[in-house]
């Protein structure tokens, strides 16, 4: 492996750097949001782009998600690619109407003559020590919404790609990363490698016992959930989810099949969340081969707890290996 290619890199910097390559290959790109250009994000993640593609191309908007994204549906009519920038999920509810009816709908509404490139960029879930409004999961909203593709990275590497894939496509992408992962993580990038497909899972721990399946930032929860079962001698498959509309379901329903156990975590509320229609799907395909039913850990169904208690209302390591030792009991 080639090192002039090769650095670790946080989400974070993952982002950056994909944005970066994709306004540099074309100029049809650009960046809009509340504070992306000279504070360069909340978050950082567009720091230092405005000083080096000009305020042309990375837009300080007015606080108005609303006219956030009812501006990029005109740029994109016009033969733009914007990207534009939810500085907190919870923020997203005024643009609601304009994403569900106009960004979701153009497309099919014009009988395909008319592409909506918009990718609309939602840092979600809690963990940061924030309030209701800061660390929202809206994803299964979106993903709800038919003509909407809903993709959610959990690490570096997939940062770096998947924001070029979804800029690249013709379709409108909201385009889901976990606040807590930004500067939590090193990974190693090779931007000389090919990168998978953007609407794919991806199995990230092989495993013989039972199936977990994530997405976002409880990918890394997971993560820490099969290697703590390695210690009480039980094999768990991790299963990234990466694209949550449409949904990957072949790598699922072939570990399924094998483990014949399947948890699903997320922290979005359990009620009405991806894991209903996740465990549904499994149930329906792999029926046959399920041990025990698919259970789900995520979220107690509330609003979002003062920081000083959400440790308690996010699934942890904890809840999903409970999850786990229930399934066993069947």
Not at 223 to 228: G, I, N, P, R, W
């Amino acid at each position: 492996m080639s090192t002039a290619t090769t650095q670790k890199i946080t989400l974070a910097k993952g982002l950056n750097m994909g944005l970066r390559k994709a306004m540099e290959d074309d100029d049809k790109v650009l960046l809009m949001g509340e504070d992306v250009g000279k504070l360069g994000g909340v978050f950082r993640i567009t720091d230092g782009l405005q000083k080096d593609f000009g305020e042309d191309r990375v837009i300080d908007s007015p606080l108005a998600e609303s006219g956030i994204v009812g501006t990029a549906v005109g740029m994109a009519l016009r033969g733009y690619r914007p990207v534009v920038e939810i500085q907190f999920d919870g923020f997203v509810y005024p643009a609601y109407d304009q994403i569900v009816c106009q960004v979701a709908k153009y497309t099919y509404r014009s009988q395909g003559k008319v592409k909506m490139p918009i990718v609309i960029r939602i840092p979600f879930g809690g963990g940061i020590g924030a309030v209701e409004h800061h660390s929202e999961s809206p994803e299964a909203q979106f993903a709800h919404t038919p003509g909407l593709k809903v993709v959610a990275c959990s690490n570096p590497v997939d940062g770096y790609w998947m924001i070029q894939q979804a800029i690249a496509h013709d379709d409108p992408v909201i385009f889901l990363e976990p606040k807590r992962q930004y500067h939590a993580d090193k990974a190693e990038l090779d931007e000389s490698a090919t990168p998978e497909p953007l609407f794919t899972s991806r199995v990230v721990r092989p495993g013989t016992d039972a199936t977990v399946l994530a997405y976002g930032p409880t990918v890394k929860t997971a993560l820490k959930c099969a290697e703590a079962a390695e210690s009480e001698g039980r094999s768990l498959e991790v299963i990234d989810l990466r694209t949550l509309s449409p949904l990957d379901m072949a790598p699922v329903y072939e570990s399924v099949r094998r483990t014949g156990r399947c948890v699903v975590t997320h922290e979005a509320h359990v009620n009405l969340g991806m894991g209903a229609e996740l465990a549904a799907r499994v149930t329906e395909e792999c029926f046959y081969s399920l041990e025990a039913p698919v259970l789900r850990v995520g979220a107690f169904d509330t609003p979002y707890p003062p920081s000083r208690i959400e440790e308690e209302y996010l699934p942890d390591l904890d809840r999903v290996l409970d999850a786990v030792d229930r399934s066993f009991s069947y």
